[in-house]
Protein backbone atom coordinates (compact mmCIF):
# COMPACT_ATOMS: atom_id res chain seq x y z
CA UNK A 1 0.00 0.00 0.00
CA UNK A 2 1.88 3.32 -0.84
CA UNK A 3 1.80 5.23 2.16
CA UNK A 4 -0.56 8.34 2.86
CA UNK A 5 -0.54 8.05 6.87
CA UNK A 6 0.76 11.04 8.31
CA UNK A 7 3.61 10.18 10.32
CA UNK A 8 1.85 12.20 13.52
CA UNK A 9 -1.32 10.23 13.17
CA UNK A 10 0.83 6.79 13.22
CA UNK A 11 -0.62 5.84 16.48
CA UNK A 12 -4.12 5.93 16.05
CA UNK A 13 -4.10 3.77 13.25
CA UNK A 14 -3.66 -0.14 14.67
CA UNK A 15 -3.72 -3.26 12.58
CA UNK A 16 -4.95 -6.19 14.28
CA UNK A 17 -2.30 -9.02 14.42
CA UNK A 18 0.86 -6.88 12.96
CA UNK A 19 1.96 -5.84 16.63
CA UNK A 20 0.51 -5.45 20.00
CA UNK A 21 -2.44 -3.53 20.30
CA UNK A 22 -1.55 0.18 21.29
CA UNK A 23 -3.79 3.49 20.31
CA UNK A 24 -4.02 6.76 20.62
CA UNK A 25 -7.39 8.94 20.62
CA UNK A 26 -9.13 11.58 22.24
CA UNK A 27 -6.86 14.22 21.07
CA UNK A 28 -7.14 17.39 18.83
CA UNK A 29 -7.32 16.80 14.84
CA UNK A 30 -3.98 17.54 13.40
CA UNK A 31 -3.92 20.52 11.78
CA UNK A 32 -3.79 20.34 7.86
CA UNK A 33 -5.07 17.08 7.84
CA UNK A 34 -8.55 17.83 7.11
CA UNK A 35 -9.87 15.32 9.50
CA UNK A 36 -13.44 13.98 9.42
CA UNK A 37 -14.16 15.05 12.59
CA UNK A 38 -16.64 17.92 13.51
CA UNK A 39 -16.09 20.85 15.75
CA UNK A 40 -17.32 21.66 19.48
CA UNK A 41 -19.77 23.72 18.05
CA UNK A 42 -21.34 21.01 15.96
CA UNK A 43 -20.89 18.28 18.82
CA UNK A 44 -23.32 20.75 20.81
CA UNK A 45 -25.64 21.29 18.22
CA UNK A 46 -25.96 17.39 17.17
CA UNK A 47 -27.29 16.72 20.89
CA UNK A 48 -29.07 19.52 21.45
CA UNK A 49 -31.21 20.48 17.99
CA UNK A 50 -34.02 17.73 18.05
CA UNK A 51 -35.12 19.49 21.30
CA UNK A 52 -38.42 20.17 19.46
CA UNK A 53 -40.13 22.95 21.38
CA UNK A 54 -36.84 25.18 21.96
CA UNK A 55 -35.69 28.08 20.38
CA UNK A 56 -32.01 27.40 18.94
CA UNK A 57 -30.29 30.86 18.10
CA UNK A 58 -26.70 30.70 16.79
CA UNK A 59 -24.43 33.71 17.74
CA UNK A 60 -22.06 34.11 15.43
CA UNK A 61 -21.09 34.24 11.65
CA UNK A 62 -24.33 33.42 9.17
CA UNK A 63 -22.36 30.73 7.89
CA UNK A 64 -22.23 28.69 11.24
CA UNK A 65 -25.89 28.53 11.38
CA UNK A 66 -25.54 26.56 8.18
CA UNK A 67 -26.06 23.24 10.50
CA UNK A 68 -29.20 23.28 10.75
CA UNK A 69 -32.45 20.43 11.27
CA UNK A 70 -32.46 19.70 7.76
CA UNK A 71 -28.72 18.29 8.01
CA UNK A 72 -29.97 16.07 11.14
CA UNK A 73 -33.62 14.65 10.29
CA UNK A 74 -34.43 14.41 13.96
CA UNK A 75 -38.40 13.82 13.52
CA UNK A 76 -40.66 15.60 15.90
CA UNK A 77 -44.13 14.10 16.80
CA UNK A 78 -45.47 17.93 17.71
CA UNK A 79 -43.71 21.43 17.20
CA UNK A 80 -41.21 21.97 15.11
CA UNK A 81 -39.00 25.01 15.92
CA UNK A 82 -36.72 22.96 16.15
CA UNK A 83 -36.76 23.28 12.08
CA UNK A 84 -36.09 26.99 11.93
CA UNK A 85 -32.62 27.89 12.03
CA UNK A 86 -31.61 31.19 13.84
CA UNK A 87 -28.36 33.15 13.40
CA UNK A 88 -27.52 36.31 15.14
CA UNK A 89 -25.53 37.17 11.94
CA UNK A 90 -22.48 38.82 13.53
CA UNK A 91 -20.58 41.13 11.05
CA UNK A 92 -17.49 43.03 11.03
CA UNK A 93 -19.09 46.11 12.91
CA UNK A 94 -20.12 43.47 15.64
CA UNK A 95 -16.90 41.39 15.96
CA UNK A 96 -15.27 44.95 16.67
CA UNK A 97 -17.78 46.84 19.20
CA UNK A 98 -19.42 43.64 20.40
CA UNK A 99 -22.55 41.40 19.42
CA UNK A 100 -24.07 41.52 23.28
CA UNK A 101 -26.31 44.02 21.94
CA UNK A 102 -27.32 42.23 19.10
CA UNK A 103 -28.01 38.99 20.65
CA UNK A 104 -30.50 40.47 23.28
CA UNK A 105 -32.96 42.06 20.03
CA UNK A 106 -32.87 38.64 18.58
CA UNK A 107 -33.69 36.63 21.86
CA UNK A 108 -36.14 38.92 22.91
CA UNK A 109 -37.80 38.93 19.17
CA UNK A 110 -37.74 35.06 18.63
CA UNK A 111 -39.40 34.99 22.37
CA UNK A 112 -42.02 37.33 21.53
CA UNK A 113 -42.82 35.71 18.56
CA UNK A 114 -42.46 31.64 18.93
CA UNK A 115 -43.11 31.84 22.61
CA UNK A 116 -40.58 28.57 22.94
CA UNK A 117 -40.65 26.70 26.56
CA UNK A 118 -36.86 27.78 26.64
CA UNK A 119 -34.03 29.25 24.46
CA UNK A 120 -30.61 27.64 24.01
CA UNK A 121 -28.04 29.99 22.72
CA UNK A 122 -24.60 28.61 20.86
CA UNK A 123 -21.20 29.82 21.07
CA UNK A 124 -19.07 30.01 18.23
CA UNK A 125 -15.65 30.49 17.13
CA UNK A 126 -15.77 34.28 16.81
CA UNK A 127 -17.72 35.13 19.96
CA UNK A 128 -15.22 33.14 21.91
CA UNK A 129 -12.50 35.67 20.15
CA UNK A 130 -13.97 38.92 20.94
CA UNK A 131 -15.19 38.23 24.19
CA UNK A 132 -19.23 38.63 24.63
CA UNK A 133 -20.42 37.67 27.88
CA UNK A 134 -23.09 34.85 26.62
CA UNK A 135 -24.17 34.52 30.54
CA UNK A 136 -25.18 37.85 31.55
CA UNK A 137 -27.53 38.36 28.10
CA UNK A 138 -28.83 34.55 28.67
CA UNK A 139 -29.77 35.69 32.90
CA UNK A 140 -31.10 38.73 32.00
CA UNK A 141 -33.60 37.60 29.01
CA UNK A 142 -34.52 34.65 31.05
CA UNK A 143 -35.57 37.18 33.87
CA UNK A 144 -37.41 39.36 31.31
CA UNK A 145 -39.28 36.62 29.71
CA UNK A 146 -39.56 34.26 32.91
CA UNK A 147 -38.25 30.95 30.57
CA UNK A 148 -35.10 29.10 30.70
CA UNK A 149 -32.67 31.00 28.56
CA UNK A 150 -29.43 28.67 28.42
CA UNK A 151 -25.66 29.45 27.16
CA UNK A 152 -23.78 26.62 25.57
CA UNK A 153 -20.15 27.25 25.36
CA UNK A 154 -19.88 26.27 22.12
CA UNK A 155 -16.65 27.89 20.85
CA UNK A 156 -15.60 25.90 18.02
CA UNK A 157 -11.69 25.90 18.52
CA UNK A 158 -11.53 24.72 22.49
CA UNK A 159 -11.13 21.28 21.68
CA UNK A 160 -12.71 18.41 19.16
CA UNK A 161 -16.51 17.33 18.64
CA UNK A 162 -16.88 15.53 22.12
CA UNK A 163 -15.77 18.67 23.95
CA UNK A 164 -19.58 20.11 22.36
CA UNK A 165 -21.09 16.84 23.50
CA UNK A 166 -19.99 18.12 26.78
CA UNK A 167 -21.02 21.51 26.67
CA UNK A 168 -24.41 20.44 25.56
CA UNK A 169 -25.12 17.93 28.35
CA UNK A 170 -24.01 20.92 30.64
CA UNK A 171 -26.38 23.23 29.21
CA UNK A 172 -29.39 19.94 29.02
CA UNK A 173 -28.50 19.84 32.85
CA UNK A 174 -29.57 23.05 33.95
CA UNK A 175 -32.93 22.27 33.15
CA UNK A 176 -33.56 19.70 35.46
CA UNK A 177 -34.52 19.07 38.59
CA UNK A 178 -37.39 21.76 38.06
CA UNK A 179 -40.19 19.96 36.98
CA UNK A 180 -42.80 17.63 39.07
CA UNK A 181 -42.10 14.01 39.53
CA UNK A 182 -45.55 12.91 41.21
CA UNK A 183 -47.40 11.28 38.40
CA UNK A 184 -43.96 9.11 37.63
CA UNK A 185 -44.20 4.83 37.52
CA UNK A 186 -41.52 3.19 39.37
CA UNK A 187 -41.04 1.46 35.92
CA UNK A 188 -39.47 4.36 34.25
CA UNK A 189 -36.79 5.30 32.09
CA UNK A 190 -34.89 8.39 30.13
CA UNK A 191 -33.54 7.26 26.49
CA UNK A 192 -30.44 9.24 26.21
CA UNK A 193 -28.58 9.81 22.95
CA UNK A 194 -31.08 8.86 20.16
CA UNK A 195 -31.93 11.46 18.07
CA UNK A 196 -34.72 10.01 16.06
CA UNK A 197 -33.29 9.56 12.74
CA UNK A 198 -36.08 8.74 10.42
CA UNK A 199 -38.78 8.34 13.96
CA UNK A 200 -36.68 5.25 15.37
CA UNK A 201 -36.99 6.68 18.65
CA UNK A 202 -40.85 5.91 18.13
CA UNK A 203 -39.94 2.30 17.47
CA UNK A 204 -37.66 1.69 20.74
CA UNK A 205 -40.22 3.87 22.64
CA UNK A 206 -42.93 1.18 21.55
CA UNK A 207 -40.94 -1.52 22.65
CA UNK A 208 -40.42 -0.19 25.93
CA UNK A 209 -44.43 0.34 26.92
CA UNK A 210 -44.75 -3.27 25.29
CA UNK A 211 -42.61 -4.15 28.28
CA UNK A 212 -44.90 -1.81 30.82
CA UNK A 213 -42.24 0.65 31.00
CA UNK A 214 -43.05 4.23 31.15
CA UNK A 215 -40.63 6.54 28.97
CA UNK A 216 -40.17 9.51 30.65
CA UNK A 217 -37.89 11.73 28.67
CA UNK A 218 -36.41 11.73 25.14
CA UNK A 219 -32.69 13.04 25.16
CA UNK A 220 -32.96 14.34 22.88
CA UNK A 221 -34.74 13.14 19.65
CA UNK A 222 -38.65 14.32 19.60
CA UNK A 223 -38.05 15.78 23.04
CA UNK A 224 -39.30 18.66 25.41
CA UNK A 225 -38.38 21.05 27.36
CA UNK A 226 -40.84 19.97 30.25
CA UNK A 227 -40.07 16.42 29.99
CA UNK A 228 -35.96 17.27 30.43
CA UNK A 229 -36.98 19.45 33.79
CA UNK A 230 -38.73 16.28 35.19
CA UNK A 231 -36.06 13.63 33.87
CA UNK A 232 -34.79 13.28 36.87
CA UNK A 233 -37.71 11.20 37.88
CA UNK A 234 -37.05 8.28 36.41
CA UNK A 235 -35.71 5.04 37.50
CA UNK A 236 -33.08 4.61 35.19
CA UNK A 237 -31.58 6.36 32.25
CA UNK A 238 -30.73 3.94 29.29
CA UNK A 239 -27.53 5.47 27.89
CA UNK A 240 -27.15 4.57 23.62
CA UNK A 241 -25.04 7.14 22.02
CA UNK A 242 -22.42 6.70 25.04
CA UNK A 243 -19.88 9.66 23.61
CA UNK A 244 -22.83 11.85 23.08
CA UNK A 245 -24.54 11.88 26.24
CA UNK A 246 -23.13 10.02 28.89
CA UNK A 247 -21.50 12.89 30.38
CA UNK A 248 -25.46 13.97 31.01
CA UNK A 249 -25.55 10.61 32.63
CA UNK A 250 -23.09 10.92 35.35
CA UNK A 251 -24.22 14.34 36.40
CA UNK A 252 -27.17 12.61 36.80
CA UNK A 253 -25.97 10.08 38.67
CA UNK A 254 -24.08 12.58 40.97
CA UNK A 255 -26.50 14.85 41.46
CA UNK A 256 -30.08 12.74 41.36
CA UNK A 257 -28.54 9.60 42.49
CA UNK A 258 -30.37 7.99 39.16
CA UNK A 259 -28.11 4.76 37.53
CA UNK A 260 -27.27 4.20 33.96
CA UNK A 261 -26.46 1.32 31.64
CA UNK A 262 -25.17 1.72 28.42
CA UNK A 263 -27.33 -0.14 25.49
CA UNK A 264 -27.34 0.26 21.27
CA UNK A 265 -30.24 -0.37 19.50
CA UNK A 266 -28.82 -1.48 16.13
CA UNK A 267 -29.00 -4.81 15.01
CA UNK A 268 -30.85 -8.07 16.13
CA UNK A 269 -28.78 -9.06 19.05
CA UNK A 270 -27.75 -5.67 20.82
CA UNK A 271 -31.40 -4.81 20.63
CA UNK A 272 -32.21 -8.03 22.16
CA UNK A 273 -29.78 -7.49 25.11
CA UNK A 274 -31.02 -3.80 25.77
CA UNK A 275 -34.49 -5.00 26.37
CA UNK A 276 -33.44 -7.76 28.60
CA UNK A 277 -30.15 -5.48 30.61
CA UNK A 278 -33.64 -2.89 31.45
CA UNK A 279 -35.76 -5.93 32.43
CA UNK A 280 -33.23 -7.16 34.58
CA UNK A 281 -33.06 -3.85 36.42
CA UNK A 282 -36.76 -3.69 37.22
CA UNK A 283 -37.36 -7.26 37.73
CA UNK A 284 -37.28 -6.91 41.56
CA UNK A 285 -39.86 -4.71 41.03
CA UNK A 286 -42.10 -6.41 38.27
CA UNK A 287 -41.49 -10.34 38.36
CA UNK A 288 -43.06 -10.81 35.09
CA UNK A 289 -41.39 -7.94 32.87
CA UNK A 290 -38.64 -10.27 31.38
CA UNK A 291 -41.25 -12.71 30.55
CA UNK A 292 -42.62 -9.69 28.37
CA UNK A 293 -39.82 -8.74 27.25
CA UNK A 294 -38.70 -12.22 25.92
CA UNK A 295 -42.11 -12.51 24.77
CA UNK A 296 -41.60 -9.38 22.66
CA UNK A 297 -37.81 -10.25 20.98
CA UNK A 298 -39.40 -14.01 20.13
CA UNK A 299 -42.25 -12.13 17.86
CA UNK A 300 -39.96 -10.05 16.36
CA UNK A 301 -37.70 -12.61 15.33
CA UNK A 302 -39.92 -15.22 14.17
CA UNK A 303 -40.56 -12.69 10.84
CA UNK A 304 -37.01 -11.58 10.95
CA UNK A 305 -34.61 -14.27 10.64
CA UNK A 306 -36.60 -15.86 7.82
CA UNK A 307 -35.97 -12.91 5.55
CA UNK A 308 -32.46 -12.35 7.07
CA UNK A 309 -31.33 -15.59 5.74
CA UNK A 310 -31.91 -14.64 2.02
CA UNK A 311 -29.79 -11.88 1.95
CA UNK A 312 -27.19 -13.65 4.14
CA UNK A 313 -26.96 -16.45 1.43
CA UNK A 314 -26.04 -13.43 -1.18
CA UNK A 315 -23.76 -11.71 0.74
CA UNK A 316 -21.57 -14.62 2.52
CA UNK A 317 -17.94 -13.78 2.19
CA UNK A 318 -18.25 -9.93 1.37
CA UNK A 319 -16.52 -6.67 2.68
CA UNK A 320 -17.19 -4.05 4.64
CA UNK A 321 -15.78 -0.69 6.03
CA UNK A 322 -17.34 1.15 8.89
CA UNK A 323 -16.18 4.92 9.83
CA UNK A 324 -19.25 5.92 12.16
CA UNK A 325 -19.28 9.32 14.47
CA UNK A 326 -20.07 6.95 17.80
CA UNK A 327 -17.68 3.62 18.50
CA UNK A 328 -20.97 2.44 19.83
CA UNK A 329 -22.43 2.43 16.20
CA UNK A 330 -19.29 0.68 15.16
CA UNK A 331 -19.78 -2.25 17.83
CA UNK A 332 -23.19 -3.09 16.67
CA UNK A 333 -22.21 -2.89 12.89
CA UNK A 334 -19.42 -5.16 13.28
CA UNK A 335 -22.56 -7.97 14.47
CA UNK A 336 -24.90 -6.77 12.19
CA UNK A 337 -22.42 -7.92 9.31
CA UNK A 338 -21.69 -11.09 10.78
CA UNK A 339 -25.43 -12.06 11.13
CA UNK A 340 -25.59 -11.63 7.19
CA UNK A 341 -22.30 -12.99 6.30
CA UNK A 342 -19.95 -10.10 6.05
CA UNK A 343 -16.62 -9.89 7.20
CA UNK A 344 -15.57 -6.26 8.31
CA UNK A 345 -11.92 -5.46 7.38
CA UNK A 346 -11.97 -1.45 8.33
CA UNK A 347 -13.41 0.22 11.51
CA UNK A 348 -13.06 3.43 13.19
CA UNK A 349 -15.09 6.80 14.81
CA UNK A 350 -14.86 10.11 15.09
CA UNK A 351 -14.84 10.32 18.75
CA UNK A 352 -14.22 6.94 19.96
CA UNK A 353 -12.37 6.52 23.42
CA UNK A 354 -9.55 3.87 24.70
CA UNK A 355 -12.33 2.14 25.88
CA UNK A 356 -13.80 2.14 22.38
CA UNK A 357 -10.98 0.94 20.92
CA UNK A 358 -10.29 -1.72 22.98
CA UNK A 359 -13.55 -2.97 22.54
CA UNK A 360 -13.46 -2.57 18.84
CA UNK A 361 -9.79 -4.83 18.95
CA UNK A 362 -10.99 -7.47 20.68
CA UNK A 363 -14.61 -8.10 18.39
CA UNK A 364 -12.66 -7.87 15.47
CA UNK A 365 -11.02 -10.44 12.76
CA UNK A 366 -7.36 -10.37 12.62
CA UNK A 367 -5.75 -7.90 9.53
CA UNK A 368 -8.39 -5.72 10.73
CA UNK A 369 -7.58 -1.71 10.46
CA UNK A 370 -8.96 0.21 13.20
CA UNK A 371 -8.50 4.30 12.86
CA UNK A 372 -9.19 7.39 15.06
CA UNK A 373 -10.24 10.91 13.41
CA UNK A 374 -9.58 9.64 10.03
CA UNK A 375 -9.19 11.76 7.24
CA UNK A 376 -9.80 11.10 3.28
CA UNK A 377 -6.71 10.39 2.32
CA UNK A 378 -6.27 7.40 4.77
CA UNK A 379 -9.75 6.37 4.18
CA UNK A 380 -9.40 6.23 0.34
CA UNK A 381 -5.98 3.92 0.68
CA UNK A 382 -7.47 1.36 2.64
CA UNK A 383 -11.03 0.91 0.95
CA UNK A 384 -8.53 0.43 -1.73
CA UNK A 385 -6.19 -1.71 -0.41
CA UNK A 386 -9.23 -4.30 1.19
CA UNK A 387 -11.15 -4.21 -1.56
CA UNK A 388 -13.90 -3.54 0.50
CA UNK A 389 -17.63 -4.09 -1.27
CA UNK A 390 -19.50 -1.55 0.67
CA UNK A 391 -18.31 1.00 3.04
CA UNK A 392 -20.66 2.98 5.88
CA UNK A 393 -20.64 6.39 6.99
CA UNK A 394 -21.96 9.88 6.78
CA UNK A 395 -22.20 12.61 4.21
CA UNK A 396 -18.70 13.03 4.03
CA UNK A 397 -17.35 9.65 3.50
CA UNK A 398 -19.98 9.44 0.76
CA UNK A 399 -17.83 11.03 -2.15
CA UNK A 400 -15.06 8.92 -0.93
CA UNK A 401 -16.78 5.44 -1.91
CA UNK A 402 -18.85 6.77 -4.92
CA UNK A 403 -15.38 8.11 -6.00
CA UNK A 404 -13.51 4.44 -5.56
CA UNK A 405 -16.46 2.49 -6.61
CA UNK A 406 -17.70 1.04 -3.70
CA UNK A 407 -21.08 1.02 -2.62
CA UNK A 408 -22.44 3.43 0.08
CA UNK A 409 -24.54 2.68 2.94
CA UNK A 410 -25.52 6.09 5.23
CA UNK A 411 -25.90 5.24 8.53
CA UNK A 412 -25.67 8.79 9.76
CA UNK A 413 -27.82 12.04 10.20
CA UNK A 414 -29.60 11.89 6.66
CA UNK A 415 -31.45 8.57 6.56
CA UNK A 416 -34.93 8.46 5.68
CA UNK A 417 -34.85 4.75 6.58
CA UNK A 418 -35.06 3.62 10.64
CA UNK A 419 -32.05 1.33 11.39
CA UNK A 420 -32.30 0.91 14.83
CA UNK A 421 -34.40 -1.91 16.32
CA UNK A 422 -35.85 -5.43 14.66
CA UNK A 423 -37.03 -3.93 11.70
CA UNK A 424 -34.22 -1.25 11.28
CA UNK A 425 -31.85 -4.65 10.82
CA UNK A 426 -34.21 -5.50 7.95
CA UNK A 427 -33.68 -2.40 6.53
CA UNK A 428 -30.09 -2.64 7.23
CA UNK A 429 -29.84 -5.77 5.57
CA UNK A 430 -32.18 -5.16 2.42
CA UNK A 431 -29.52 -1.97 1.77
CA UNK A 432 -26.71 -3.52 2.07
CA UNK A 433 -27.87 -6.11 -0.06
CA UNK A 434 -28.86 -4.33 -3.20
CA UNK A 435 -25.96 -1.45 -2.46
CA UNK A 436 -23.45 -4.90 -3.04
CA UNK A 437 -25.30 -6.49 -5.48
CA UNK A 438 -26.51 -3.56 -7.82
CA UNK A 439 -25.01 -4.55 -11.27
CA UNK A 440 -23.86 -0.86 -11.64
CA UNK A 441 -20.69 -2.03 -10.01
CA UNK A 442 -19.41 -3.99 -13.28
CA UNK A 443 -18.72 -1.21 -14.95
CA UNK A 444 -16.69 0.48 -12.24
CA UNK A 445 -12.29 0.54 -12.80
CA UNK A 446 -12.39 -1.41 -9.52
CA UNK A 447 -14.39 -4.37 -10.25
CA UNK A 448 -13.71 -4.48 -14.00
CA UNK A 449 -9.76 -4.57 -13.58
CA UNK A 450 -9.53 -7.69 -12.11
CA UNK A 451 -10.73 -11.42 -12.52
CA UNK A 452 -13.84 -12.41 -10.68
CA UNK A 453 -14.85 -8.79 -10.04
CA UNK A 454 -18.57 -8.93 -12.32
CA UNK A 455 -21.39 -10.53 -10.82
CA UNK A 456 -22.55 -13.87 -11.62
CA UNK A 457 -25.64 -14.36 -13.10
CA UNK A 458 -26.76 -15.83 -10.50
CA UNK A 459 -25.90 -12.79 -8.25
CA UNK A 460 -27.88 -11.19 -10.64
CA UNK A 461 -30.85 -13.26 -10.61
CA UNK A 462 -30.96 -13.28 -6.88
CA UNK A 463 -30.50 -9.10 -7.22
CA UNK A 464 -33.33 -8.89 -9.50
CA UNK A 465 -35.84 -11.44 -7.81
CA UNK A 466 -35.57 -9.83 -4.25
CA UNK A 467 -34.48 -6.02 -4.90
CA UNK A 468 -36.61 -6.11 -7.95
CA UNK A 469 -33.09 -3.96 -10.06
CA UNK A 470 -31.93 -4.74 -13.45
CA UNK A 471 -28.72 -4.51 -15.47
Known amino acids: MENLIFEERADQIHRKGEKPYQMSCDRDSLAGAVSQRACVFCGSRVVLYPIADAVHLVHGPIGCAAYTWD ?16 STDLQEKDVIFGGEEKLHRALTELIDRHQPRAAFVYSTCIVGLIGDDLKSVCRKVSEEKSIPV ?32 DSISPLSINILGDFNLAGEIWIIRDYFQ ?25 ALNVVQCSGATIDLARMMQESFGTPFIRVSYFGVEDMAEALYSV ?13 RARDLVREELSTLYPKLQEYRKALQGKK ?46 EG ?64 IYTSVMSPVWR ?14 SKAMGGCTRLAGLSA
Do not use: W
Not at 279 to 291: K, L
Not at 325 to 346: D, E, T
Not at 443 to 456: A, D, Y
Open 368 to 431: TIIVDDSNPLELSSFLKEKDVDVFVGGVKERPIAYKLGVGFCDHNHERKEPLEGFVGMLHFAHE
Open 320 to 365: AAIYVGGAFKAFSLIKAFRLIGMRVVLVGSQTGTEEDYQELHDITD
Open 71 to 86: IRGALSSGPELHRLSF
Open 150 to 181: IPVESEGFKGNKRAGYNAACRAMFQLMGTGAT
Open 279 to 291: ARFFEDRDPRIME
Open 210 to 234: KMGIEVVANITGDGRVADLQRAHGA
Open 443 to 456: FVPRKSSHSGGELS
